[in-house]
T-cell receptor, first 112, second 113 residues
């Protein structure tokens, strides 16, 4: 059964600092990754998606993907207290009927 | 932005009863999903649905679960009968394509007593 592993489980960074979150899939058929952010008591909102090797940047958020190792990472620079949330990594494969598997998340706390 | 609606927001029922969770997806979306989340932790895929059919389902999608979207109306998740371990928040999501961004509804908190 496909697993998506996220690390660390929790992370505390100071305001203005850099947060780095990791995610790896065990399914070699995975060809698409998403990063979602979920504030407490709310529904997840997509931050970024990636399917090509390399890097993608949108504002303060940068995503990396290494398809050979099925590893993706999310980096948040100039972290703000409003970034404090649960960050969920999700992976999908077209050959898997677009079934989406989520990791257990990284809980980020940005301290003022 | 696009919104997915879920009705009701909270449902409390007795174990063994039937419950139907309703989802109003984004109007032009073609793929629909149900997820289960316990205590704000792991988001677990249950099932996805396209062109009137289930595409994939997980082991959590027990025989007591069923989904349908009759005539483009609500996308529903029915649980019959319910069990204590079905207590969770159920999120519906929809997307334009299989790889497109999924938009999540606010969730239905189901409590089985």
């Amino acid at each position: 059964q496909q697993k998506v592993q996220q690390s660390p489980e929790s992370l505390i960074v100071p305001e203005g600092g850099m947060a780095s979150l990791n995610c790896t899939s065990s399914d070699r058929n995975v060809d698409y990754f998403w990063w979602y952010r979920q504030h407490s008591g709310k529904s997840p909102k997509m931050l970024m998606s990636i399917f090509s090797n390399g890097e993608k940047e949108e504002g303060r958020f940068t995503v990396h993907l290494n398809k050979a190792s099925l590893h993706t990472s999310l980096h948040i620079r100039d972290s703000q207290p409003s970034d404090s949330a649960l960050y969920l990594c999700a992976a999908s494969s077209g050959t898997g009927g677009y079934k989406v598997v989520f990791g257990s998340g990284t809980r980020l706390l940005v301290s003022p | 932005g696009p919104k997915v609606l879920q009705i009701p927001s909270h449902q409390i029922i007795d174990m063994g009863q039937m419950v139907t969770l309703n989802c109003d997806p984004v109007s032009n979306h073609l793929y629909f999903y149900w997820y289960k989340q316990i205590l704000g932790q792991q988001m677990e895929f249950l099932v996805n649905f396209y062109n009137g059919k289930v595409m994939e389902k997980s082991k959590l999608f027990k025989d007591q679960f069923s989904v349908e979207r009759p005539d483009g109306s609500y996308f529903t998740l029915k649980i019959q009968p319910t069990a204590l371990e079905d207590s969770a928040v159920y999120f519906c999501a929809s997307s334009l394509g299989g790889y497109a961004e999924q938009f999540f509804g606010p969730g239905t908190r189901l409590t089985v007593l």
